[in-house]
């Protein structure tokens, strides 16, 4: 009978045993291996030293453990990490300090690692207790985190801080759930606070103060999809200095107020907020002043070199010097005319005169006649070496020098030498050439700038070859890592889908539909347009008026030397 006792209580006792080892390691142990298939490398025990769940945890073969005394930091982590800390909120203060000190090597960077906090099951009811993680971990810089309890987990919690507001979330032990951007798809609609700034054509103001843009329609589309809210707000504040957007929108960020930027854009120290890195390149050119008048009297010596025309110079006084000579009553006169007399050397002499005279003007006037009626400009610059070797002025701001400096180090050396550092620059300048996106700088020229009545040249062009290319990015605030994640699917669905080349297709359009429009006058073709034939007129003109005055010169000095005779 003792026995038998004594066998129901060791049996009991054993029931009970496992009972609670797997009460407190059953829901918990299955939690971390689904997190093992779910790209999770290692598993950061911290704070497990003395608890009675360390050990069932270290029994897990598939998952590498790493174990981290109350001694040791925990150094930067990625999004392969999993770390199991428990904590004891018997004193809050103490507690959030312990969280500060073991991530204390982060600094103003970014964590995507995972944090599952372990406490007692009362303090997991308590609301004060995942207010102050909550605002722990959104100092440090964390956003996957959650907090379940030691002994029977069943449930977790984490928090969702969106629009400046805190949402308190419970939900099953779900690692996909809880660790990725799911973990927005509980609420119904997401509230958010979005800012932009100008940046055409990716988001500008149109017409009736309403926004519109590439970016602009790709969001818009975005938040129709996902049921988003978003307050959208201008980061510049009617500011109207040009460098106080970029400022605040990093202040924006920093401080909560507003969960993401909605204008892409290469924005300084932009490592320190999550990002999601956009695939096309953005390229930087030299917008050039271009000169709009006409150079007809420079044209008039460009047909031919220089060497030509001194060649032309001498012949024509070689020649004249010999014809007066052969009219002279001297022996060398009379040499020559037996020479020119003399058949066939004077024929042949004389028609090759007359053909190398007719080759010569005939070219000259073709030459001239094309470059009066359409090289009548400088050449516009198509390299940088070229706008380099030209006397335009160049201005660059503070912001584009250090962009300048990740160039070749010969060619930023050479355009820092020749620029000027201005506070900024005046898009609309035709006294010097600045750095501008050729998107917008292309449909400032076209839309901005009128042609020039009498060339219809526009005052500035977009110079050929490229000064550089960077990489642009959307900025989340480092509490919306899970909001960055869930835009990120997404937009990529929506790349997938052509909405990215239907705005990109509507940007080229709206830049088409200002370059090529037509304007139907009464008078085509005005006085300023005769300008080439008035010259080549006065020109013939001219010609022909030095050859009479020379001729009737010629005689009054042959009839004076007669007289004299």
């Given amino acids: 009978m ?158 969702i801080h969106l629009a400046e507001k805190i949402t308190i979330v419970q939900s099953v ?35 009736f103060k309403t926004l519109d843009g590439i970016d602009n329609l790709l969001y818009s589309r975005l938040f129709e999809y996902l049921h988003v809210d978003a307050t959208i707000i201008d980061a510049r504040n009617r500011s109207l200095d040009p460098s106080y957007a970029a400022k605040a ?23 320190r907020f999550p990002m999601i890195l956009l695939p096309e390149l953005e390229y930087l050119s030299f917008v050039v002043p271009r000169e709009t008048s006409a150079i007809h009297l420079d044209n008039l010596f460009i047909p031919f070199s220089q060497s030509l025309w001194v060649t032309v110079a001498c012949s024509v006084v070689l020649f004249h010097t010999i014809n007066a000579l052969s009219r002279s009553d001297t022996s060398l006169g009379n040499l020559l005319r037996r020479m020119f007399r003399l058949e066939p050397a004077g024929s042949f002499l004389q028609m090759s005169v007359n053909i190398i005279t007719f080759i010569l003007v005939e070219s000259y006037f073709a030459q001239i006649t094309s470059y009066l009626l359409v090289n009548r400009f400088h050449r516009d610059p198509d390299t940088v070496d070229e706008l380099l070797a030209t006397n335009i002025s160049i201005s660059i701001t503070v912001i584009q020098r250090r962009f300048l400096k990740l160039l070749a180090t010969k060619l930023a050396n050479a355009v820092i030498q020749r620029a000027t550092i201005v506070p900024s620059v005046m898009k609309l300048s035709k006294e010097y050439a600045y750095i501008d996106t050729p998107a917008r700088a292309s449909y400032v020229i076209n839309l901005l700038h009128k042609p020039d009545p009498e060339s219809g040249r526009l005052p500035c062009f977009v110079l050929r070859e490229p000064l550089g290319t960077f990489r642009t990015s959307y900025l989340f605030a480092r509490h919306a890592i899970a909001l960055r994640d869930y835009f990120a699917i997404n937009l990529e669905w929506v790349r997938a889908f052509g909405f990215a080349k239907l705005a990109d297709r509507r940007y080229t359009q709206l830049a088409q539909s200002v370059v090529f429009r037509a304007v139907i006058v009464d008078d085509l073709i005005g006085f300023e347009h005769m300008v080439p034939f008035w010259i080549v007129l006065s020109m013939g003109w001219a010609v022909a008026g030095v050859v009479f005055f020379l001729e009737c010169f010629v005689v009054f000095v042959w009839n004076r030397i007669d007289t004299l005779v």
């Fill in 2 to 159: 003792k026995l038998l006792v004594t066998s129901k209580l060791l049996l009991f006792l054993v029931i009970i045993s496992s009972e609670k080892t797997f009460s407190v390691t059953g829901t918990l142990r299955n939690f971390i291996e689904c997190a093992s298939h779910c790209l999770i490398a290692t598993v950061y025990l911290v704070g497990l030293e003395h608890r009675t769940v360390l050990g069932p945890l270290l029994s897990l073969s598939n998952v590498p453990r790493v174990i981290i005394d109350a001694e040791q930091t925990i150094g930067v982590l990625d999004e392969s990490c999993l770390v199991v800390f428990y904590l004891d909120m018997q004193n809050e203060k103490a507690a959030t300090n312990i969280i500060s000190s073991k991530f204390n090597e982060l600094g103003s960077r970014l964590r995507t690692a995972k944090v599952l906090i372990l406490v007692e099951n009362h303090f997991f009811d308590l609301s004060s207790t995942i207010n102050n993680l909550d605002l722990t971990f959104r100092k440090i810089g964390i956003s996957y985190w959650a907090v379940t309890t030691e002994h029977r987990s069943r449930s977790l919690k984490y928090t």
């Fill in 173 to 207: 032990m779900d690692f996909q759930t809880v660790y990725s951007h799911r973990r927005l798809e509980v609420l119904d609609r997401l509230k958010i606070n979005a800012q932009w700034m100008a940046n055409f054509p990716y988001i500008y103001k149109a017409t």
């Fill in 249 to 271: 929108v990093e202040t924006n960020l920093a401080s909560g107020k507003m969960d993401f930027t909605m204008t892409r854009k290469q924005i300084r120290n932009e490592t």
